[in-house]
């Protein structure tokens, strides 16, 4: 049976820790990728939306290099790295699947203005740095750093979600067959004026926030969040870690995990999980037993 798909490519399945933002790492690593999805889209309705944590974070360094002019904003570079990256998956998944249409898609998606994002960021984006470091450069260029493992890394707004923009796009090209690359790296913050006028806004918006409120807008039957991890695990780096490998909302909202990494992961499962659809996470190579239910974390609304 055909479903609808949301695939949401974490950011190994482009650019590993402290690898080079190069296209031909990220062609290499998008080898892979596809190759591990590319049943699922053969069989299925797929949109497939990805990270870009480290690519806008370049691509911000970039813009204040040697600049007499006021650097690009997050929305702007956001838009410049979704369109990079989109544009390297879909020349690997017309490679890959020749029969596959496909088709890449800028997404604007509206938050709020006042949402507390903006005051407290905590997304972390671009090159890991060593606290000595990170602490040099944060007045210099007027970051806010935050721990990332044994790193520190630069850290933005990451507001909320709210709505998808051009939706009838994409179900018109899943209607006609096609594959979809869209929303990545969260999709282009906008608000919205009262006379409905969209603005960018400097942020990054969390993409599996964006994957799991995509798959409820189009009434997917599924989200897959596609990491370097087997799945969600109780006690993540103690002795007692164990995998969860079915669980309800109410069950995994009562633990905690790791912000900016295995949190938003959770969290959008649970929201996905919360409107009647099946959520999994797990290694980008389980990608087809995830789908089938035998790998990974499944997540599903309780009876």
Known sequence: MTMRIVIALGGNALLRRGEASEAEIQRRHLD???????????????????????????????????????PDPL?????????????????????????????TLLTLVEVAADDPAFRHPDKPIGPVYRREEAERLKPERHW???PDGEYWRRVVPSPEPRRIIGLANIRLLLDAGATVVCAGGGGVPVVAAPNGRLRGVDAVIDKDLSAARLAWQIGADALLLLTDVDAVYSGWGTADASPIRNATPTQLRRQTFAAGSMAPKV?????????????????????????????????????
């Not at 590319?38 to 974070?57: K, L, M, S, W």
Request: glycine share 12%; with cysteine; hydrophobic share 45%.
């Open 32 to 70: 892979q990728a596809v190759a591990a999805i590319a049943d699922i889209v053969r069989a299925n309705e797929v949109v497939i939306t990805h990270g870009n944590g480290p690519q806008i974070g370049l691509l911000a360094l970039q813009s204040a290099a040697g600049h007499v002019m006021q």
């Open 267 to 303: 969290e959008a499962s649970c929201r996905f999980a919360d409107s009647g659809g099946v959520a999994a996470i797990g290694r980008l190579e389980d990608a087809t037993a995830l789908l089938a239910g035998v790998a990974g974390t499944q997540v599903r609304r309780g009876g």
């Open 144 to 146: 806010r750093i935050a």
């Open 75 to 103: 929305d702007v570079l956001g838009a410049e790295s979704e369109g990079m990256l989109g544009y390297l998956i879909e020349q690997e998944l017309r490679s890959q699947i020749s029969q596959q249409e496909v088709a």
